[in-house]
C-alpha cells in the first residue's frame, strides 16, 4: 500500500490479518516500523506514528459499504489516542456517499478509473451523548474511493486524519483496479 | 545473568518506578492520582507465559480468550520478575524515609499505606501492542520462567489518592483533566498539585489550580 503523509510517500506491505470480536483487521507494516490496521479500509489502529489510535471500535456501522445509499448514516466510535492517554474518546461519525473529488492524482490509475468507484465521506463529531446536540466536527473529513463492482468491496483510495495534523492517504499497490 | 529486558532500548521518557519514587511531599501537601489495575487479578487467573516466548507472542496467544476487543486492558498489562524487587523494595525504603522526615507528620497514614503496597517487581515496557513489538524486535522481550504476566480488563474509574490515604474513585471520562477528578473528591479543592500514576506505570506531576494550570495528559481508565 503507497501512503502519502504530509509531503512523503512511503509504503507498506500487509503482514497479518488479525482476528477480533470486532472483526478481521489488516495488519500494515513500514519500513520505518509503524504499524496500521485498517479495516474494511478505515483505520482502526496504528502504532509508531506520531499521533497513534487503538482500540477502535465502531457500533452501528453497516456491514457493507454499498448498505450505505441517498441517505447518511451515523455510527458511534469510541477509540484510545497516544500519546496523552486520550481514551475512550466517543465520536458520533457520519458516513453520506458523496460525488467523485473534482481531481485526484492516484499514480497507476487513470481519471475514469477512478471516478467509476463509489466515494464516501466520513464527518466525526464529538459524542455528547445527547439528542440533537450539534458540536463542531473533530478530525478533517475522510474520504474513501470504495470498488463496489469488486468482491469485498475493496477500498482503492483514502484519505483519513488520526489527529488535525495527521492525516495519511492510502492507496493499494499491486493490485489493478477494475476497468470502468 | 543479565535478565532480557535490561538489554531492551527505551525510546520513550524514562521509566519511573511503580509510583513509589514520586512521592513528592509539601507543605501545602499533595494527592496523587494513581491505581494499578494490574495488581487485580484478572478473572480465570492469567496465561502462564512460555519461557523463552515474546511478549509479543504472548499477547496474540490470549487474543481468543478475549471476548470482544478492548477487554485486554494493554495500558494495564502487568510483567513482573522477581530480579526487579530488589531495586523496588529500596526504592520503597527511601520513599518511607522521606515521609519520616520531620514536619511530615500529618503524612503518616500514606507511609502506612506506601509501606503496605507490595513490591511487585514490575518492568515498564514501550509498548503492549503485538504487532508494533513484532515490528519492533528489539522492543519485544523474551520472557522466562519466571515471568508473571497479567492483562486485565479496562476498568472504568480513576482512582484518587489523598495524603491520608484515603481513596476516591471517580467514573472514568475521556477528557477529565486531574483538576476534574480532584473536585470529585471531598476535600481536595486547596490541592496544588498531583502526580497521576498512569496504568502502563509512567508518572506525572502536574498543577491542579488556575496559577500553576499547565497543558497536560488526562489520567487513563485505571490511573
Redesign the interface.
Known amino acids: 500500500m503507497r501512503v502519502r503523509q504530509g509531503g512523503s510517500e512511503s509504503f507498506v506491505v500487509l503482514?497479518?490479518v488479525?482476528?477480533?470480536?470486532?472483526g478481521r483487521a489488516e495488519?500494515w507494516?513500514s519500513a520505518g516500523?509503524?504499524?496500521l490496521?485498517l479495516r474494511h479500509g478505515r483505520v482502526v489502529?496504528s502504532?509508531?506514528l506520531p499521533f497513534d489510535w487503538?482500540?477502535s471500535?465502531a457500533v452501528g456501522l453497516p456491514a457493507s459499504w454499498a448498505a450505505i445509499g441517498g441517505e447518511p448514516v451515523s455510527y458511534l466510535r469510541v477509540r484510545d489516542e497516544y500519546?496523552?492517554?486520550?481514551?475512550?474518546?466517543?465520536e458520533r461519525v457520519v458516513v453520506r456517499r458523496v460525488a467523485a473529488p473534482a481531481a485526484l492524482a492516484l499514480p497507476g490509475v487513470t481519471e475514469p478509473q477512478w471516478r467509476a468507484w463509489a466515494w464516501f465521506s466520513e464527518t466525526a463529531h464529538a459524542d455528547a451523548g445527547l439528542a440533537g446536540t450539534r458540536v463542531a466536527p473533530v478530525l478533517p473529513a475522510a474520504l474513501f474511493g470504495v470498488d463496489l463492482r469488486a468482491a469485498g468491496e475493496p477500498v482503492r483510495y483514502s484519505r483519513q486524519c488520526l489527529a488535525p495534523d495527521v492525516c495519511v492517504e492510502l492507496q493499494p499497490w499491486g493490485a489493478p483496479p477494475a476497468a470502468p | 545473568m543479565t535478565p532480557p529486558w535490561r538489554a531492551l532500548r527505551f525510546s520513550g521518557p524514562p521509566r519511573i518506578r511503580f509510583g513509589l519514587s514520586l512521592l513528592r511531599t509539601s507543605a501545602f501537601g499533595m494527592v496523587l492520582v494513581f491505581c494499578a489495575p494490574g495488581l487485580q487479578a484478572q478473572p480465570g487467573g492469567p496465561a502462564v507465559p512460555r519461557a523463552g516466548e515474546r511478549l509479543s507472542d504472548w499477547l496474540l496467544r490470549q487474543?481468543p480468550a478475549?471476548?470482544?476487543?478492548?477487554q485486554g486492558y494493554?495500558?494495564g498489562l502487568m510483567w513482573t520478575h522477581p530480579a526487579e524487587q530488589p531495586a523496588q523494595a529500596a526504592l520503597q525504603r527511601r520513599v518511607l524515609a522521606g515521609l519520616a522526615r520531620p514536619g511530615r507528620e500529618h503524612l503518616v497514614p500514606l507511609a502506612a499505606w506506601v509501606k503496605a503496597l507490595p513490591v511487585t517487581g514490575r518492568v515498564f515496557l514501550a509498548?503492549a501492542?503485538a504487532?508494533?513489538l513484532q515490528?519492533?524486535p528489539d522492543q519485544d522481550p523474551v520472557v522466562d520462567v519466571d515471568t508473571r504476566l497479567v492483562l486485565t480488563r479496562r476498568p472504568g474509574t480513576v482512582t484518587v489518592l489523598r495524603t491520608d490515604a484515603s481513596l476516591c474513585q471517580v467514573p472514568?471520562?475521556?477528557?477529565a483533566r486531574a483538576a476534574d477528578y480532584l473536585a470529585s473528591c471531598a476535600g481536595l479543592a486547596a490541592a496544588d498539585d498531583a502526580w497521576i500514576v498512569?496504568p502502563d506505570g509512567r508518572a506525572l506531576a502536574v498543577g491542579v489550580q488556575a496559577w500553576n494550570a499547565q497543558a497536560q495528559?488526562?489520567?487513563?481508565?485505571g490511573?
Open positions: 503482514g497479518d488479525d482476528l477480533a470480536a470486532s495488519v507494516y516500523r509503524q504499524v490496521r489502529s502504532a509508531g487503538s482500540n471500535e500519546p496523552g492517554h486520550r481514551m475512550g474518546v466517543r | 487474543e478475549r471476548p470482544a476487543a478492548g494493554a495500558s509498548r501492542d504487532r508494533w515490528a519492533n472514568h471520562r475521556p477528557d498512569q495528559e488526562p489520567p487513563a481508565p490511573a
